[in-house]
């Protein structure tokens, strides 16, 4: 008799769950198991240039050629692989009977991959939530574009032309490479509208004594020199106590006004709908197993900013793509060994590169074994490795259209 097929449900279609669909595919024929990928949005959407969307100017490039360049359908991603998808919020997972549940309909599985991402987390800082812009989605780059827009055209009518200040609330990898992306912005809508360039201000506030908080000053220093240079303000020592309607007041008491505020500080995971309450850390992810698996249900595995993973010194590992997209290959192959009852393994946490772009052709390329570079080769480096990841996903001419696309963007924004 023929062993029964599988059911193998992926929730969350970022840069875990959408890879682990892909390669549990790979790994195991339509025969062995059926593969359901279920997501609330119809994209997978590539954070990674997300900037351009808040940075560039419609007079320049389309909203909806940007947008194609960073959302990425689910339905093109999906088609040749053999994946069925479904558009849905997940809102219980019932782990004991093993089901899911959204709208008014259920998924039966076998195996479970949860991979439902971050939020933006305002660590309870009174009306930060209210009246800051955040940068997570499409949607908010577009709001931070038009909100900058709006302020400068409205500013410009005035007599007095007073000057703008924009507070970006966090100087983590997010909050440097957008203040950096909107110094172009602030070129561009200074020009449309004739408003002096020099009276747009965009500083970041820092709570702790440096940029990207826990890097080494060979990170730190010339990625700090290279905003000075592009005229981003810095301050450190700064933690946000309260934001109001236009100002924020510093732990030390001091109150400062702003005309905009894009909080950055951080992110959390994102609500699990578990029936039963599961363990979550801190940053409210929850705890795994040494094989990604959830404590006491060994066939739902969690991978991404959702899951606290540790590594052998017990520091849990950082939140980014390239993270995801590892335990994403680990928990396929191993979901594959089960089903074809073949030996598992346990996860080996492991350290990857990062490549910090800072404005134009700019970036800095930290490697684990504490190599940088920096400038225009570590620029070139980011953009092999948008392209590479872009070739996981779609035929080669489409992945080379993409990552042109991204070329020229940042060749006008520069
Ligand atoms: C602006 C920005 C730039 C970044 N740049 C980089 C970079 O250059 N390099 C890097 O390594 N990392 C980068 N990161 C971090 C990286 O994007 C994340 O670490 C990565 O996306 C985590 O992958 P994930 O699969 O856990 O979550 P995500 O990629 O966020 O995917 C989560 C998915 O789950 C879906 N979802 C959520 N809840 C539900 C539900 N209940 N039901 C159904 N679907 C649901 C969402 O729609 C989403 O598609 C960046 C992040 C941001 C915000």
């Known amino acids: 008799m023929q062993p029964k097929q599988k059911l193998i449900a992926v929730v969350g279609g970022g840069f875990g769950g959408l890879n682990a669909a892909i390669l549990l595919r790979k790994y195991l024929s339509k025969e062995k198991a059926d593969i359901v990928l279920v997501d609330k949005s119809t994209y997978h959407l590539f954070y990674p240039n997300l900037y351009e969307v808040a940075s560039s100017e419609e007079e320049f490039v389309s909203i909806k050629s940007l947008k194609k360049s960073i ?24 782990q004991k009977e093993n089901y899911i549940v959204f709208r008014e309909e259920k998924i039966d599985y076998d195996y479970l991959v949860l991979a439902t991402g971050a939020v933006v987390d305002f660590f309870n800082v009174p009306g930060a939530r209210e009246h800051s812009l955040t940068f997570k989605s499409v949607n908010d780059a577009l709001k931070i574009r038009s909100s900058i827009e709006a302020l400068v055209q409205q500013t410009s009518a005035t007599t007095a032309k007073r000057a703008l200040r924009i507070v970006i609330a966090g100087g983590g990898f997010t909050g440097v490479e957008l203040a950096a992306e909107l110094t172009n912005l602030k070129k561009i809508v200074a020009w449309k509208y004739s408003f002096p360039e020099e009276k747009i201000e965009i500083e970041i506030i820092e709570g702790t004594s440096q940029l990207m908080p826990g890097m080494g000053t060979d990170v730190c220093l010339p990625i700090s020199q290279r905003l000075k240079d592009i005229g981003v303000r810095l301050s450190f020592n700064s ?30 995971g994102a609500d699990i709908p578990f029936e039963v309450k599961t363990e ?30 540790l590594d052998a010194k ?18 396929a192959h191993n979901i594959a060994a089960l089903v074809k009852g073949h030996p598992t393994f346990e996860y080996v946490t492991k350290p990857f590169p990062y490549i910090v772009p800072v404005k134009g052709k700019w970036a800095l390329l930290h490697l684990p074994n504490g190599f940088t570079l920096k400038g225009f080769p570590a620029w070139i480096v980011k953009q092999l490795a948008s392209l590479r990841y872009f070739m996981r996903l779609l035929p080669l001419w489409q992945a080379l259209a993409l990552a042109w696309f991204d070329v020229k963007i940042y060749t006008k924004n520069d």
Not at 80 to 92: G, Y
Not at 281 to 301: A, E, G, V
């Open 71 to 94: 959302a990425l359908p689910f339905s093109e991603v999906l088609s040749k692989h053999d994946i069925q998808f479904v558009e849905a919020e997940v809102t219980k997972i019932h």
């Open 239 to 268: 933690m946000i106590a309260e934001v109001s309607a236009n100002s924020i007041t510093l732990k030390n008491g001091e109150v400062q006004n702003f005309d905009l505020i894009i909080w950055t500080a951080g992110v959390r």
């Open 280 to 309: 979550v850390d801190p940053k409210n992810r929850c705890t795994t197993c040494t094989d990604l698996s959830l404590k006491d249900f060994p066939n739902i595995y969690l991978i991404g900013d959702n899951a606290c993973i």
């Open 314 to 331: 017990k520091n849990s590992m950082p939140q980014t793509a390239t993270q995801a997209i590892d335990q994403a290959e680990f928990v």
